[in-house]
């Protein structure tokens, strides 16, 4: 069984398009994120959310809307997508206060934007 | 500002040698928690190791060493008798002591195993 899975794993979708992430986590978790990794291998938080509400926000454009149903699911849409939106889009999740014990990692969507 | 800097960005070794991969950070809190992932060829991201900054005690898990000193705001990871399934991406990371749920990461280290 996978902790955390997202879907899909590739994607490949044309300027000004709009597509979805999504993410589902098994592990009881109660916080779950978004991180970004760009072409140079940097990683940074997008967003997190804890219970199905909003904690961080990091900067990211408004093209990026993430909505969680509820705690096991979080789900990334992103709109007129950018060649710069290609990347790597990481899925995480946590036990709230317990992120110091460390994240589990989804395995990654690799978004193509041509 | 919370900052973790790896400045080896590519390491090359030969099978069976040992190897260190820095990471050096800046943080003004006094209580923080730090972190190394692996990210392999395939691409996921793998949780190593844990540490708090009141434990300076080093850790051995196998193969695998980190070294924690808070007086040089150090914690490097060693692996020895280096293997090529250990070629990977590896991330140090903080905690950002005014969120603890968000994780500041270093830009990474491409280790790479020659057999």
């Known amino acids: 069984d996978t902790a955390v899975s997202q879907t899909p794993k590739y994607l490949v979708t044309q300027m000004g398009n709009d597509k979805s992430i999504k993410c589902e986590q098994n592990?009881?978790?109660?916080?779950m994120y978004w991180y970004k990794q760009d072409s140079k291998k940097f990683l940074k938080i997008m967003f997190s959310?804890?219970?199905?509400?909003?904690?961080i926000n990091e900067t990211v454009p408004n093209r990026f809307s993430p909505k969680s149903p509820d705690k096991a699911h979080l789900n990334l849409h992103i709109n007129s997508l950018e060649l710069g939106d290609s990347a790597v889009y990481f899925c995480?999740?946590?036990?709230?206060?317990?992120?110091?014990?460390?994240?589990?990692f989804g395995s990654g969507t690799r978004l193509t934007v041509v | 500002a919370q900052k973790v800097t790896q400045a080896q960005t590519e390491i090359s070794v030969v099978e069976k040698e040992d190897v260190t991969l820095d990471c050096v950070y800046e943080?003004?809190?006094?209580?923080?928690?730090l972190f190394w992932y692996k990210q392999p060829p395939s691409g996921e991201l793998v949780f190593l190791i844990r540490r708090n900054s009141f434990d300076e005690q080093n850790e051995i898990s196998g193969r695998y060493s980190w070294n924690f000193q808070k007086s040089t705001s150090s914690f490097n990871f060693t692996i020895t008798a280096s293997q090529v399934v250990d070629s990977a991406v590896y991330f140090c990371a903080l905690s950002d002591p005014l969120n603890t749920d968000k994780l500041i990461f270093g830009t990474g280290t491409r280790l790479q195993v020659f057999p």
């Open positions: 959310y804890n219970n199905k509400e909003l904690i």
């Open positions: 943080t003004r809190d006094t209580t923080y928690y």
């Open positions: 995480a999740s946590s036990l709230s206060g317990t992120a110091n014990y460390g994240y589990t």
């Open positions: 592990l009881g978790h109660d916080t």
